[in-house]
């Protein structure tokens, strides 16, 4: 069914408002100004969502997608390959403003940083897991769907993740390849099977791992640990863990999170959901051999890496478990500074309770959600703390994603 719509505001997650005979319509493809024809793909009580298929008059930040695949009913790796990178990283400002504003009670204008590394706002994912179809053929999933659309390319891709050339091949018995490249220049290939099936594997140069579910990764051929490289330190992250995707983002990161927590000599940190130990890092060595520095992560290999990533700096360690579980073991009670990277479903109300228990003067929040973000930031203002201070990162490019670090400061009575 089609509906003519006139286009609002954007929404979280790589939509636009519209409204139609009194229901909310969730629009992709489309831009906040637009008269567009709008497809209907879902249908619920409360709201519609829809793909824009006709523009019939274009916002001037409208742009010809530089992706062959983009598109209604294509790809859905991408939300705004039809918007200038200047008006993506506007209507991800926007986005960040609305969230604050409806779940944090904070109005705050936001500017989004573009990231060096992606030119354009392409050729900067370092990590891609295409999906194979039922002939072994490489694709990319559609929005919302299992269906895969083939592609010879992803125009988003980091060139060392083109260069494996995993689309020109076929993976028969695979049910996702994933291609990771890293700044230190190992490349690996990490092959999930479908269900009781043997993969065939074709030749690539490139570390191949397997995905064995549950048991984690096996490699098959060469290294599973890679080198990331940031300023002069190298971290040793395993292929198939975490490590930020955009080649600029570890740099610009790290540097905006020691910039909020200004960390001295001789204070005691705690670097909680610390993966591989990037921050931990210049936290360590900000707060020098009189200082300390706890990293808590739940995940056992990234905690195998941090301690090897953080053995030239004693005053840090590293803990492996959740964070409320591991604070309470360890009976931390207090810290100067906590620095928080959760994962993008945030860090949840009974984490805030027990990190404003520290007392922490100082707490930088990272996250890759604003909603669950400015969430978390007003469960801790009943315990004194203010947004004093937020950066935005442009790290995904095209996409509806957008990489924020916040400063919480204790209001002192």
Request: with cysteine.
């Amino acid at each position: 069914m089609a509906i003519e719509l006139t286009v609002g505001q954007v929404a979280n997650g790589g939509w636009c408002v519209a409204r139609h005979e009194g229901r909310v319509v969730f629009v992709r493809h489309a831009l906040p100004g637009e008269r567009v024809i709008a497809e209907i793909t879902e249908e619920t009580a409360r709201f519609l969502r829809a793909d824009a298929v006709e523009i019939l008059e274009a916002s001037p930040d409208r742009v010809t997608p530089p992706c062959p695949f983009s598109g209604p009913g294509r790809c859905g790796g991408c939300d705004w390959q039809h918007a200038s990178p200047e008006a993506q990283r506007r209507l991800k400002a926007a986005v960040v403003e609305e969230q604050l504003a409806r779940l944090a009670g904070i109005e705050r204008r936001v500017t989004v940083e573009e990231v060096p590394g992606s030119a354009g706002g392409l050729g900067w994912r370092t990590r891609v897991q295409f999906a194979v179809d039922r002939d072994g053929s490489i694709g990319l999933r559609r929005h919302r769907s299992h269906d895969v659309e083939r592609v010879d390319h992803c125009a988003i891709a980091h060139p060392a993740v083109e260069e494996v050339g995993v689309e020109a091949l076929t993976w028969p018995g695979a049910a996702a390849v994933e291609v990771v490249a890293a700044s230190g220049g190992d490349r690996a290939v990490i092959v999930t099977p479908k269900p009781g099936r043997r993969v065939s594997l074709p030749d690539v140069d490139a570390a191949v791992l397997i995905d064995e579910g549950k048991r984690g990764t096996r490699a098959l051929r060469g290294r599973a640990a890679m080198t990331e490289r940031v300023g002069d330190r190298d971290f040793r992250v395993t292929a198939s863990g975490f490590w930020q995707v955009h080649p600029g983002a570890a740099a610009t990161l790290l540097d905006a999170v020691l910039d909020f927590a200004r960390p001295k000599a001789g204070e005691w940190a705690l670097d909680l959901y610390c993966g591989v130990g990037l921050f931990a890092a210049g936290l360590a060595e900000a707060v020098g051999p009189e200082g300390a520095v706890l990293g808590v992560e739940s995940d056992s290999q990234a905690v195998q890496d941090a301690r090897w990533n953080l053995r030239d700096l004693p005053q840090a360690v590293t803990e492996r478990g959740k964070v409320e579980e591991a604070l309470d073991r360890l009976e931390i009670e207090r810290a100067d500074l906590v620095v928080v990277d959760p994962p993008r479903a945030g860090l949840g109300r009974s984490v805030v309770d027990r990190v404003a228990t520290l007392d922490a003067l100082r707490i930088v929040y990272v996250s890759c959600d604003p909603a669950t973000m400015s969430r978390d930031i007003a469960w801790f203002a009943p315990y004194g703390y203010r947004l004093a201070d937020l950066r935005a990162f442009d790290q995904y490019p095209m996409t509806h994603h957008v990489e924020c670090v916040a400063l919480l400061i204790k209001e002192l009575a």
